[in-house]
């Protein structure tokens, strides 16, 4: 194989271990949904298992935002975020449905609920960064990060959601009474690609791009993986802890942090794909078969041999599409003053 090639085809393993982490099993926490061998996900929510008590230090709480089921799940101490495999932070989803099958009036309650939870968590960063009285005042900066592969539908969200929204750093720049006129704060934003198509880690490339841009915030779009088939494009996840990817598998990748950049992250990402042994484990329980992969261990042995196969919408393109407009809209609306 041409060594063009080969540096593709490990750039695309690379992918789904980096965005696709297999949470450790055996989680010591009894909220966690660690009975089930197979299970992985990137929604922080879907690790809770209904049937147990929360453990101290992890609170959860479900309403509804603009119509749409919304859950919030915070890890108050590391302590708990230890128990629980995930980093201390607040986890939010929305679960705003098949939005590439909405008309316009959903789309727009959609984006009009995720602009809502941004513009929160963003200014509760600002607090935690900057004091009490912080604000996400009118002179400060964004930056936003649209992480993935262009040309892979299921990791494009970032990358689409990047050339749909509203950059204005260099109007500010440029142009100042024009930006004034804008009423919208300044904008910076950039896809950074992927280590096989550039060489570089994208955390890297944000690193480096911090020391001239000088953002007060960073906004990471990612493509996450979901525990459950029905979560496939229809959920919004927000977390204050940024992007950890990698970490489940040992791949250790520079993570999307505050403690990593020096600058707070909010991560938003949208689950695109479901692991295949993950969806077989889900099909079984539901149908009440789950003790078969204990009796036959030919079937726990050809689920495990299939644990790089990943499964996507056939409508990706259309969801795709439609998650990463509804998106950018937000940031707009979120950014806007």
């Given at each position: 194989?041409?060594?063009?090639?080969?540096?593709?085809?490990?750039?695309?393993?690379?992918?789904?271990?980096?965005?696709?982490?297999?949470?450790?099993?055996?989680?010591p926490a009894p909220c966690c949904k660690s009975t089930l061998k197979y299970f992985r996900s990137d929604l922080a929510?879907?690790?809770?298992?209904?049937?147990?008590?929360?453990p101290a230090g992890i609170r959860f709480e479900e309403g509804l935002l603009e119509g749409f089921s919304h859950g919030v799940l915070t890890v108050e101490n590391?302590?708990?975020?230890?128990?629980?495999?995930?980093?201390?932070?607040?986890?939010?989803?929305?679960?705003?449905?098949?939005?590439?099958?909405?008309?316009?009036r959903g789309c727009r309650r959609a984006s009009k609920a995720i602009s809502q939870r941004l513009f929160a968590l963003l200014c509760e960063l600002i607090k935690q960064s900057k004091g009490e009285d912080a604000a996400l005042s009118e002179d400060m900066t964004v930056l936003v990060a649209g992480l993935g592969n262009r040309r892979m539908t299921a990791d494009a969200l970032g990358p689409m959601v990047v050339e749909r929204i509203t950059v204005t750093r260099h109007v500010k720049l440029l142009d100042p009474p024009l930006f004034e006129r804008l009423s919208h704060r300044s904008v910076a934003a950039l896809a950074p690609g992927v280590l096989g198509d550039t060489g570089m880690e994208s955390a890297?490339?944000?690193?480096?791009?911090?020391?001239?841009?000088?953002?007060?915030?960073?906004?990471?779009?990612?493509?996450?993986?979901?525990?459950?088939?029905?979560?496939?494009?229809?959920?919004?996840?927000?977390?204050t802890a940024g992007i950890a990817p990698g970490s489940g598998v040992g791949n250790d990748r520079p993570a999307f942090t505050k403690a990593q950049l020096g600058v707070p992250v909010l991560a938003l990402g949208v689950p695109t794909v479901v692991d295949s042994s993950t969806l077989v484990e889900e099909v079984l329980q539901k149908a009440g078969l789950h003790e078969q992969l204990t009796a036959r261990p030919a079937l726990s042995s050809l689920l495990d041999n299939g644990r790089s196969f990943f499964v996507s919408l056939k409508e990706a393109d259309a969801a795709m599409e439609a998650l990463s407009t509804v998106i950018a809209n937000a940031i707009d609306s979120a950014l806007s003053i």
């Open positions: 194989m041409p060594k063009k090639e080969f540096l593709k085809s490990a750039a695309t393993k690379k992918f789904y271990s980096r965005h696709f982490p297999v949470p450790a099993r055996g989680c929510a879907e690790w809770i298992d209904e049937q147990q008590p929360l590391d302590d708990a975020g230890k128990l629980f495999g995930r980093a201390k932070g607040r986890y939010e989803t929305l679960q705003v449905g098949k939005l590439w099958l909405a008309d316009e890297e490339t944000i690193k480096a791009l911090i020391s001239t841009v000088h953002p007060d915030l960073i906004l990471a779009v990612d493509a996450l993986a979901a525990g459950s088939s029905e979560r496939l494009a229809t959920t919004v996840q927000l977390s």
